[in-house]
């Protein structure tokens, strides 16, 4: 009996544990998968023609497929028992919209729970997130077919397979591709190809070792696996069950990613795909519905389009606003006068100012080369706030343009900008005469070289004054607008631009153009230029150059009094060629000094009628006219005792301020 009893004890153990065993599936074959009962979640569905499709095309979403009960691959953990070996077999293919370029891809998942709702889509691929990726709280092992290269997971390709183990980061990875069974050599797979392909996910328990081997659906199972790696299943799944199954995501390119066969296999090899009954893989993934198109494309285009518009005007606003310039219809006639900005812009460098030549009173000077000509030239900036007289004043530009003479600067032409007038002229290698006179460390200009320059200068102001069809006043004859050119030539500059401000932009405030020191007294006291007053200034030139001082001279005390008067004063002691330049240490032609001299007084007498003519002036100059004795009473004038008597000069401004600025004067324009 106790025998009996014994083995009735030993069925019914036997047989309770078969049914225990009955109730854990522990394989499966899904040939297609039309009525299987899955556990989906996200974009997962089973279609109508029998596939598992996990993603639908639609972006940045993210679909599982498990098998809906749970699988035990540990036995006895309580007791420390080890992990089950287990086998799968499963056909995938993915359809992405672009024939080399897709979402992430889709993995094989061994996992202790079926939600995988805190996961993220795009690389993270529906496993994981950024915060939890890798921690083994997320329990899973992986296989992954991943078509993106995520350098942040370490992916080799956009084409590999990986395991992985709670995260996204593979332990092994290869790309898709297989070993010929024969030969051994490494053939190639496409995950993207459009084409079904066959995965195996081989788990030996005994070795701890996941072996994952593909194929192209024709071939069968290739001996040498793909990858091969050791993990403690276990570990990772931690209880004695877990979920079997597929997670997929997509990124930004539409695609799908399907499962056409699967099969499962509890201590061993997964029972074979019946490959004839698959159903064929929609390799067109379908246009996406046209009215969907309109909706999200269309206003994402045109969102980019306008971006790109707006874009565009920018560049070109700042662009037209860096060379904008001004232009009038009444310029057309100047056109070949014009420069446009842009070229100028280039020439100067931009205006930098390396390209600086000097500040004068009405702006900067800056050296340029034209492009394409390679001509010299130096860019005269002009502010000028108000257009009126503008018209006029360019027109004076371009007839000054036509001036031509050995001793001008040859004016080439202007731009015109909003505020701001450039003027282009021949470039000066040897700058101001002003520099050689008055600073220090400059190169001293002999004799010889000084008459030329006044006779130069002379010559210039007659071309103005007498042989050019209309008479041209210069209203600002000063060393500092004499340049010389690279053979020392006097080139007369900047005539005519005194009109500029002639022409008066502030009607509160009057103008009186020319330098201190070179205005004749009349021109403080009725406030108009004329060729006597260019006479004027051109005698405190030939004085200035003589002498070497400035028109103003302060002397010990600190008192200012004018070249001329000094000049006179010396003149009716009879030591005039005393006041010749010290620099010159008397190395200088006697008649010719006492000439200009003896002439400068002259030029410079107060009363208009006085002074000569230009054409005068030059035949003295060239001797081919005698100067006229001056007599005591001819210039016993004290200059700037009447001037001040005028109000002109003020004896505590600067010698050199241009276009002074003098309300008190009485009808000064
Ligand atoms: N064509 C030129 N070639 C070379 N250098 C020049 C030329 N024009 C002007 N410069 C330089 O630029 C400086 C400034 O010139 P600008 O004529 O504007 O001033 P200025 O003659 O000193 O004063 P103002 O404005 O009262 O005439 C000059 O001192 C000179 O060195
Ligand atoms: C699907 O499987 C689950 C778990 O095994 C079961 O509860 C459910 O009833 C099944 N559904 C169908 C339609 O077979
Ligand atoms: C894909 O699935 C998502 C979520 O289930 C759905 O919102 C979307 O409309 C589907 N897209 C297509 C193209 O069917
Ligand atoms: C893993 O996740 C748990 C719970 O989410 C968290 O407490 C832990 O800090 C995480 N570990 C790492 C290394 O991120
Ligand atoms: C296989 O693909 C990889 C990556 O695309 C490439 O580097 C390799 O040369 C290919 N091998 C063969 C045999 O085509
Ligand atoms: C791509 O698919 C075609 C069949 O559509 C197959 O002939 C070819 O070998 C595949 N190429 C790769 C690299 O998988
Ligand atoms: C895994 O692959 C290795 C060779 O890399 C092989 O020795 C082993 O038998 C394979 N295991 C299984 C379960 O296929
Ligand atoms: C695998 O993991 C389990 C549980 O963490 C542990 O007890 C066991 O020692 C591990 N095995 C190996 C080979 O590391
Ligand atoms: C595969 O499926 C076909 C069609 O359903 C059937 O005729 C064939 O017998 C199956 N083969 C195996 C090995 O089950």
């Known amino acids: 009996m106790p025998i009996m009893l014994h083995a009735a004890l030993l069925l019914f153990l036997t047989l309770h544990r078969l049914r225990l065993a009955a109730a854990a599936v522990d394989q499966f074959t899904f040939d297609g998968f039309a009525g299987a009962n899955l556990t989906l979640d996200g974009t997962a569905a089973v279609t109508a023609d029998g596939f598992l499709r996990l993603t639908n095309g639609t972006t940045l979403l993210k679909g599982h497929a498990f098998y809906p009960s749970p699988l035990r691959f540990r036995r006895d953990a309580a007791s420390g028992g080890g992990a089950r070996s287990f086998s799968a077999a499963f056909v995938f293919g ?105 995965v195996w996910v081989d788990f030996d328990a005994r070795a701890s070792l996941v072996n994952v081997t593909m194929a192209p659906l024709e071939l069968p199972k290739p001996r040498k696996p793909l990858l091969s790696t050791a993990v403690n299943l276990s570990a990772i799944i931690e209880g004695e069950e877990a979920f079997v199954g597929f997670s997929s995501s997509t990124g930004v390119v539409s695609s799908r990613h399907y ?173 101001s005469l002003d520099k050689f006179l008055h600073h220090r460390n400059s190169l001293i200009l002999n004799w010889g070289q000084r008459f030329r320059i006044i006779k130069g200068v002379a010559c210039s102001v007659l071309y103005l004054h007498e042989d050019w069809e209309q008479v041209v006043l210069h209203r600002d004859i000063k060393a500092s607008n004499v340049l010389l050119d690279a053979e020392m030539n006097a080139r007369l500059g900047d005539f005519g631009l005194a009109r500029l401000y002639d022409h ?99 030029c410079s007498h107060p009363l208009p009628g006085a002074r000569p003519g230009i054409r005068q002036i030059t035949q003295f100059l060239d001797g081919s006219a005698p100067l006229p004795e001056l007599s005591e009473a001819h210039l016993g004038f004290n200059l700037q005792d009447l001037m001040r008597r005028n109000q002109v000069l003020n004896p505590h401004s600067s010698p050199s301020t241009v276009a002074g600025n003098i309300s008190d004067v009485p009808a000064a324009r």
């Not at 993915?94 to 995988?116: N, Q, R, W």
């Not at 206003?299 to 037209?320: E, K, Q």
């Not at 027109?395 to 000054?400: G, M």
Request: proline share 5%; hydrophobic share 45%; charged share 20%.
């Open 94 to 198: 993915i359809a992405s919209e672009y024939a080399d370029l897709s979402s992430p891809g889709l993995a094989f998942v061994v996992a202790k729970s079926k939600d995988f709702s805190a996961a993220l889509q795009s690389q993270y691929m529906g496993l994981a997130n950024a915060a939890n990726n890798g921690n083994a709280t997320n329990h899973f092992l992986a296989v992954e077919l991943d078509t993106i290269v995520n350098a942040e997971f370490g992916d080799m390709s956009n084409n590999h397979v990986g395991i992985n183990v709670n995260g996204l980061v593979s332990r092994v990875a290869d790309n898709a591709g297989y070993y010929e069974d024969g030969t051994g050599a490494f053939r190639n797979m496409s995950l993207l190809n459009r084409t079904a392909e066959q």
């Open 259 to 431: 499962v056409l066969a699967w099969s499962f296999k509890m201590d061993g090899p997964a029972p074979p795909l019946n490959i004839s009954k698959l159903p064929a893989l929609p390799v067109a993934i379908p246009k996406p519905d046209p009215s969907k198109t309109l909706k999200i494309v269309l206003p994402i285009a045109s969102a980019a389009f306008v971006l790109a518009l707006a874009i565009a005007v920018l560049v070109i606003r700042r662009r037209w606003h860096k060379y904008a310039e001004l232009k009038e219809d009444w310029e057309a006639t100047f056109g070949p006068h014009r420069f446009s900005y842009k070229d100028l812009f280039h020439a100067t460098r931009g205006f930098c100012d390396e390209r600086l030549l000097g500040i004068g009173g009405f702006g900067r000077v800056y050296r340029g080369v034209l492009p394409v000509s390679g001509v010299e030239v130096a860019v005269k900036k002009v502010s000028h706030e108000s257009r009126q007289g503008m018209k006029e004043f360019v027109a004076e530009v371009v007839t000054i343009g036509q001036l031509r003479h050995r001793n001008l600067v040859q004016l080439l032409g202007y731009c015109r900008r909003q505020g701001e007038l450039l003027l282009v002229y021949d470039y000066m290698p040897n700058g």
């Open 504 to 602: 008066g932009t502030d009607p509160h405030t009057t103008h009186v153009v020319g330098t201190m020191g070179y205005l004749a007294p009349e021109v403080g006291h009725t406030g108009r230029a004329s060729k006597a007053s260019d006479v004027f200034a051109f005698g405190v030139f030939m004085l200035e150059v003589a002498c070497g001082r400035r028109p103003v001279v302060q002397d010990e005390h600190g008192d200012h009094y004018l070249l001329v008067d000094w000049v006179a004063e010396q003149w009716r002691r009879g030591t005039v060629v005393d006041t010749v330049d010290p620099r010159l240490r008397g190395d200088f032609a006697v008649e010719e000094a006492s000439l200009v001299l003896k002439l400068s007084l002259l």
